[in-house]
């Protein structure tokens, strides 16, 4: 299987033989998030199922809302005490333990990042109610800390209960002085992480931004939307920005402080890396403020390249445009030199990407790079727009779990709204080949019968490994161990293992010379596993009548 070429009906044949092994009923759903990819020459890819309820009883590798909003969106801003309202076991797995990295401007300056902060929820809360409890964590992390900000985040069993921790926030602002916001983030609102993402921009947006209407230095300032500086991505591409003499107001939400976020309105540009995640504060960004926004990617070289030159464009400015080529070239050698390395020993080896709802994407970029095909990708909760592009938005059916999540109606700010280029000159950089509010998706930048599987299960990741025996493959921690088992090179795309960073141009050289040395490792070849070698246990059912 592994040598010959993939067709259509060999890939649809594979797909069936998945689909066999679930009920009628499952099996119908799954087919419709299973595909096998087209993408002809008018760009047109097939309609993919996302954004649908896992079946109970699939190991799926999806998180909850409330990971999406504490975990991924606010979680890595250090100078906000989030306090997990809940069970310590929630607060425990979302501590920023998957290497968000934060550089506080000073050796005195707030970092909370380090900490876990959470109301210990017991039975007796779940009875009588949390709202005391949580009262007490807000005061007693006020006394010890005297932070800027404390955000609370709901669990499962404070939706259950009913706590109101909008009102308690509201309460505590007023009695302490400072910023308390909450969120309505409860595990099992939405179908994914993808929930807390909305709910994490909806708060944020309307309770941070626009606070702080001071204008920074800079002539080209721009905000970082979707970047979370997991294994020090952001910093890397600060350094970029910064040679460049772009400036960043605020990056959503690496390396950042809710200062950031409050001033981050005054930007005259919103440059997107994560899609899924964030596409919602770009939007409510530029209805209330007028800023415009475009999709960047700094995961590889190329795209590095291309992004900044993106940025440089929409600023129209020819010094900028030559320090950004002049940027460029001096990176471009080390990359080049790199690539020249790690090419030919990972040139035609195939990979597979499982990740999030941007990473599945934006890595085959360095993938493609080095020469590799990218078999099967699929995200974990992208949406269809992320699948297809965001074309496909009018077309998309708003079910009763998308419904749950609030969208907030805005409108433009009476004073400060100011768009920042009119709509001629959008009109004329598009015509230029610049796209505002445009994102083509995952689909259109995959090859011809390659497979495309939303929310991939356990079983399918089993299935895909036994059949195609990848060089490589990509997802999470929960995936790691099983797909090692089977003798395959696996990489984290979450938490980079203790790699990193791979965005820009020296994250790059990172992943070359990573990925080279996983795919040429020998190390599996010289493993027997003991199932290999002994038979394996096996049991009857004992029927007791
Ligand atoms: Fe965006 Fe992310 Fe991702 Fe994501 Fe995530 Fe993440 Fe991810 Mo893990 S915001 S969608 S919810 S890029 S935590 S930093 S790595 S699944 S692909």
Partial sequence: MSDEKNTAAKLE????????????????????????????????VPEVGANMRTVPGIITQRGCSYAGCKGVVLGPTRDIVNITHGPVGCAYYSWLTRRNQTRPES?????????????DMQ????????????????????????????????????????????????EMKEKLGINVFAFSCEGYKGVSQSAGHHIANNGIFTHV??????????????????????????????????ACGISLVSTYSGNSSIDHFANSHTADLNAIMCHRS???????????????????????????????????????????????????????????????KAKPRCEGKRAMLFVGGS?????????????????????????????????????????ADSRNIEELHITPDPKRYAPRKDEESLKKLESEGLAFREYDGLMPDMKENTLVIDDISHFETEKLIEMFKPDIFCAGIKEKYAIQKSGIPMKQLHSYDSGGPYAGFK????????????????????ITPPWAAEPELSANYAWVA
């Avoid at 990473?359 to 974990?380: C, K, S, V, W």
């Avoid at 790059?508 to 010289?526: G, L």
Wanted: with cysteine.
């Fill in 359 to 399: 990473r599945a994407h934006h890595y085959q970029d360095l993938f493609g790079e080095l020469g590799m095909e990218t078999l099967a990708a699929g995200y974990e909760f992208g949406h269809r727009d992320d699948y297809e592009g965001r074309r496909v938005l009018p077309s998309i059916k708003v079910d």
């Fill in 107 to 119: 050796d005195t300056a707030e970092n909370f990042m380090n900490y876990c902060f959470t109301t």
């Fill in 507 to 526: 994250g790059a050289i990172n992943f070359y010379e990573e990925i080279e040395r996983m795919v040429n490792a020998k190390i599996w070849s010289y």
């Fill in 278 to 340: 964030i596409n919602y504060m770009a939007e409510m960004m530029e209805s209330k403020f007028g800023i415009p926004w475009i999709k960047v990617n700094f995961i590889g070289a190329e795209s590095t390249a291309k992004s900044l030159r993106k940025i440089a464009q929409y600023f129209e400015d020819e010094e900028l445009k030559a320090k950004v080529e002049e940027v460029i070239a001096a990176e471009m050698p080390a990359v080049k030199a790199s690539l020249e």
């Fill in 13 to 44: 044949k594979i797909k069936a033989e998945i689909l066999a092994k679930y009920p009628t009923k499952v099996a119908r759903k799954r087919a419709k998030q299973i595909l096998v990819n087209r993408n002809d020459s008018t760009g047109k």
């Fill in 209 to 242: 931004v626009g606070l702080d209407d001071t204008i920074g230095k800079g002539k080209f300032r721009i905000n970082l939307l979707g970047e979370y500086n997991i294994g020090g991505d952001s910093f890397e591409i600060e350094r970029i920005l910064d």
């Fill in 123 to 170: 039975d007796e809360h779940i009875v009588f109610g949390g709202e005391k409890k949580l009262k007490q964590a807000i005061q007693e992390a006020f006394d010890l800390f005297h932070p800027k900000a404390i955000s609370v985040f709901s669990t499962c069993p404070v939706g259950l209960i009913g706590d109101d921790v909008h009102a308690v926030a509201r």
